[in-house]
């Protein structure tokens, strides 16, 4: 049988493609995710089925329905290797067709007006555990940067390359490693790429129970986030990050964020707060917080940067 390596998908909604896919990509040179001259949206993913590159494009298409006209997206989606088909299939999924943006019925001003202007904000989900928690646990305690040269450095080294055909592919794509090579990976490799020790274990704990943790995505929130704390050096704040991902979980709050508290609390309330007065301030959303949250950001009331940008620190030199 021929193997899929391309589909349609026609959105019954406007979907703002690029946003919503730019939650997977880990910092400008994230060799697993690109963008071409076109515009079209490159991802390399490791999936149930294997290694697989996609490449998607979209635009905004007019569908008749009884008021008239309304707005909809139609997305093209190509693929390579082992992992296509699966890719091919998860494309609705990851542009947000589960998500219940209708559920959410913004109160405060600041969200009102985001909603009204981001109507093709969506929460998607990939599918994905490993993906999603790997980056996360990168990204726990330290400056963005030092978590996507990390990121960058690992997968060039454990990665394998995109598949896809020659001279198409972005250069350098690599699709992440398998959950056996994540939790072979030695010490000094890890300590090569910036990673001290507590992260390293944590990641490599998660990788000798992968097959346990990518269930997650069938278990309610609740339970996804039980079993994600239950892994040690895994908290409320990385739980949240990979359910919003892989779960397209929209009650998923990073509680913990450095930044987020003082933009939800200049949104909705004039004045920055800090975890407390964000999880009060966001009550009223119980079941749509995270996207409470994406709104307030979007919102631009938040305060600008007024404390110097931390250092990126080096572990390779220590």
């Known amino acids: 049988m021929q193997r899929r390596s391309e589909r349609q998908w026609r959105a019954p909604f406007a979907v703002d493609v690029g946003g919503v896919l730019s939650v997977h990509r880990r910092g400008y040179r994230d060799p697993a995710f690109a963008t071409d001259q076109a515009g079209a949206i490159w ?172 269930e997650i995505t069938e278990l309610t929130s609740a339970e996804a986030d039980r079993r994600l704390q239950a892994l040690p050096g895994v908290g409320v704040w990385t739980s949240a990050e990979v359910r919003q991902r892989a779960c397209g979980d929209a009650d998923a709050l990073s509680v913990g964020d450095y930044h987020l508290p003082a933009v939800v609390g200049w949104a909705l309330a004039g004045r920055p707060v800090d975890d407390a007065g964000m999880l009060e301030l966001l009550a009223p959303y119980k079941g749509q917080r995270h996207r409470a949250s994406i709104m307030a950001w979007l919102s631009g009331k938040h305060p600008g940067r007024r404390a110097p940008r931390p250092a990126v620190r080096d572990y390779r030199t220590f």
Do not use: Y
Not at 49 to 57: E, K, L, N, Q, Y
Not at 151 to 160: I, M, N, P, T, Y
Not at 166 to 181: D, H, Y
């Open 43 to 214: 991802r390399a993913c490791r999936t149930p089925d294997g290694a697989g590159t996609v490449r998607i494009t979209w635009r905004p298409v007019e569908l008749g329905d009884r008021t008239g006209r309304a707005r909809g997206t139609l997305v093209t989606a190509r693929a390579w290797g082992a992992g296509a088909g699966w890719l091919l299939d998860a494309v609705p999924d990851w542009l947000g067709e589960r998500d219940r943006p209708e559920e959410f019925v913004p109160a405060h001003p600041a969200l009102c007006e985001a909603a009204r202007r981001h109507v093709g904000f969506r929460i998607g989900r990939s599918g994905l555990v490993m993906e999603s928690l790997v980056p996360a646990v990168l990204e726990q305690k330290v400056v963005g940067n030092e978590a996507t040269r990390a990121w960058r450095l690992l997968l060039r080294r454990f990665g394998e390359p995109s598949p896809g055909p020659e001279g198409s592919v972005p250069p350098g794509m690599r699709v992440p490693p398998e959950p056996a090579t994540w939790a072979g990976i030695p010490s000094w490799e890890w300590h090569r790429a910036g990673v001290e020790a507590a992260r390293a274990r944590t990641m490599a704990a998660a990788a000798r129970v992968a097959s346990r943790i990518e």
